[in-house]
């Protein structure tokens, strides 16, 4: 298809047909990424399969550097895979080209990063509204849109403003309605309370768990606290690239376990020699 | 915070981004760098406003000048002489001749022959133009009293030139006023056949160049036996048609020029000088739109992480390079609007300046040394848009390549 025949009527009743027949929304398969670097190739992503279920909670759980940011970016269509297949929605997304690709992920996906990101120039309100506006929406439709989504948030009295003068939760808040304004169904969030603290990081993950039990949003939340895991119904835990899946009420695995004791000895480590330095 | 609710419909989805939307986007962007945009606009706004003042100013003088040099002489007329009397005599046969010549619509011919003026009692000496009023009107005569014809037979037309030669400074009191006119009917060899003295009367007073000159009726000389016509001028039926009449008639052997001679040599002169102030305006322009390259590719650095933002929420690569191609044209149009108003402002100030010294000096009519016209306002709008287009080329070409991962980490 090329770019200007874009038929996002497709995407919408091509998600409803699939709904009909399968609860899977996302079937990854043999997902293997590597990085060519200057030291030599990296295998960032090494032949990971899952399934997510429609309507789920699922926690993509591994300390830094074990691939998840990467595995969240081809999730989003955003970094083509080396090899493997990512179907999302019955649609295998990288035989999409980048620009159908990036409407599928307009219309399906909902992410929210770590970092808040704007276009500076536009308002909270307008900035909620862009996803709509990039879709081929009128302004006053992606405006009504953006305010009820801004409401679901509980920032509607901030629409006037610019997002950069909110504080970092408010800011992650305005993120999570501008994810949810197209009305998708899946929600990518990257370490969403990276930057916040506890108390601000307890309303986000508040908020995505309302996103998934009131919208019936399938949300997958990517991040290293190990706090979180108890929410969800599904775990994927990632080391090395490798990629284990988990239950509620199941144990880590032991590897995992290992590779955070480490991460909390040198941490530890680092502090003791802070201290003594100072 | 409210109840977190199903939304019952979700928005309509379209295929792309709607124009309005992402120019009002653009318009936004450059908004939020205000003094940017102000200085890159001002750039723009010295670079389109110098090359339309200068160029309007080449074009105000082409008119001037050309107003000067051809006065009202129709372009299409073609002035006929013979180069050797005595070998191609311009008579009747050849002016019928030439009347034959295809898309020739008006012949109109005139003995030219030395003569002196009687008047009171002073003599003087002049030309004598024995014509008709077709003549008179193709030479494009400047009356500034009496008639602008010869309705009698005896009637006279003399130039100011002729007035202050015979002690006349009141062209309105030299009317009706009696002269003789002595002239000699000469033979193609040039030995004199006859002369002739006929008295007349002056009816029109007409400003014309410097040597004094009188114009009486063709009969008069006829009658007295002039066959050899000094000039013919010959009006074509479009400017086109000229150059082939021309050459027809110089078939004849016969010499012809035409206000288009002057014509050209005039707009070869001032192309050249239209290139060479457009040229020195240029610079500015090449200075503006360095300007311009500039800031669309600062704010492109400053804006690559926004840039990666769109992309991650639908934006196709498309949808990147028109939001750039947009911010460049609102800069390059509206600088080159506002530059446009600006030098046609000044010219038209230096116009009413100009002219109103002059008429202050007793020169008469409006000065255009400045002339905006509406093909140099079309132009210069298309070489602004041209010019956006090119020099966003470069920005947009980068932006629509960026990798949104990359650009997301670029802050």
Avoid: C
């Avoid at chain 2, 005896?154 to 002269?179: E, H, M, P, Y």
């Amino acid at each position: 298809m090329i770019d200007g025949d874009i038929n996002t009527e497709v995407t919408e009743n091509q998600f409803r047909e699939y709904k009909k027949v399968t609860s899977i929304l996302i079937d990854v398969r043999n997902l293997i990424k590597i990085f060519n670097i200057a030291s030599g190739p990296v295998n960032v992503l090494k032949d990971v399969s899952f399934q997510v279920k429609q309507g789920s909670f699922t926690i993509i759980f591994g300390p830094s550097g074990s691939g998840k940011s990467t595995l969240m970016n081809v999730l989003s269509g955003l970094e083509p895979p080396t090899t493997g297949n990512v179907m999302i929605a019955g649609q295998d997304l990288y035989q999409l080209n980048p620009d159908l690709r990036a409407h599928f992920r307009g219309s399906v996906m909902g992410i929210v990063h770590q970092e808040n990101y704007w276009i500076k120039s536009l308002n909270v309100l307008e900035n909620v509204a862009l996803p709509l506006y990039l879709s081929g929406n009128d302004k006053s439709t992606a405006l009504k849109a953006a305010k009820v989504s801004l409401e679901q948030v509980g920032m509607q009295e901030f629409s006037n403003y610019r997002p950069t003068v909110l504080s970092g939760g408010q800011q992650q808040r305005v993120s999570m309605a501008r994810a949810l304004v197209a009305n998708p169904q899946l929600i990518l969030t990257d370490e969403p309370t990276g930057n916040l603290d506890s108390k601000n990081g307890k309303m986000i993950i508040d908020l995505l768990q309302k996103i998934n039990h009131d919208l019936k949003r399938t949300v997958i939340l990517v991040t290293h606290n190990i706090e979180y895991l108890p929410l969800s119904d599904s775990q994927l835990y990632i080391l090395d690239g490798e990629l284990t899946e988990g239950r509620p009420g199941e144990k880590m695995p032991p590897e995992i376990l290992e590779s955070l004791r480490n991460q909390l000895s040198q941490l530890t480590q680092m502090e003791k020699m802070e201290k003594k330095s100072v | 915070m409210s109840p977190l609710r199903r939304q019952s419909k979700a928005p309509r989805l379209k295929s792309v981004i709607k124009i309005h939307l992402l120019s009002s986007i653009a318009i936004k962007n450059l908004l939020s760098k205000r003094l940017r945009t102000f200085l890159t606009m001002t750039g723009i706004v010295i670079g389109v406003g110098a090359v339309v003042f200068l160029i309007s100013l080449a074009i105000g003088l082409h008119g001037v000048v050309n107003h000067q040099v051809l006065g009202s002489k129709s372009v299409d007329t073609i002035d006929v002489t013979t180069p050797n009397a005595e070998n191609i005599q311009l008579n009747d046969t050849n002016v019928n001749k030439i009347t034959q010549v295809a898309n020739v619509t008006k012949v109109a011919s005139a003995y030219i022959m030395p003569g002196q003026i009687s008047f009171k009692n002073s003599l003087s000496d002049t030309v004598v133009y024995g014509t008709d009023n077709e003549y008179i009107t193709l030479s494009a005569l400047k009356f500034v009293a009496g008639a602008k014809g010869l309705s009698g037979t005896n009637d006279a037309i003399v130039n100011t030139s002729l007035l202050s030669l015979i002690g006349q400074s009141s062209s309105r009191s030299a009317i009706n006023q009696k002269l003789t006119v002595q002239t000699s009917i000469t033979s193609p060899d040039g030995s004199v056949t006859k002369k002739v003295s006929d008295d007349l009367k002056i009816v029109g007073v007409a400003s014309t160049g410097a040597g004094a000159v009188v114009y009486m009726n063709s009969q008069l000389l006829r009658d007295a036996g002039a066959t050899e016509y000094g000039q013919v001028k010959v009006v074509a039926a479009a400017r086109n048609d000229v150059t082939t009449i021309r050459h027809q008639i110089e078939g004849l052997g016969l010499t012809t020029a035409s206000p288009l001679d002057t014509l050209n040599q005039i707009n070869t002169i001032f192309t050249i000088f239209t290139f060479v102030v457009a040229g020195f305006g240029g610079i500015g322009m090449v200075i503006a739109i360095l300007g311009m390259f500039n800031t669309l590719t600062i704010s492109l650095l400053e804006r690559t992480s926004e840039i990666g933002l769109m992309i991650t929420m639908g934006a196709r690569k498309s949808d990147i390079k028109r939001l750039l191609i947009f911010e460049a044209l609102i800069l390059s149009i509206t600088g080159g609007l506002i530059g446009i108003f600006f030098a046609w402002f000044l010219g038209q100030l230096i116009n009413f300046i100009l002219t109103h010294f002059a008429n202050r000096n007793g020169v008469t009519g409006s000065i255009h040394a400045f002339s905006v016209t509406p093909m140099l306002v079309a132009a210069v709008i298309v070489l602004t848009l041209v010019v956006g287009l090119i020099v966003v080329f470069y920005p947009a070409r980068r932006a629509a390549k960026i990798n949104p991962i990359d650009a997301l980490r670029h802050e």
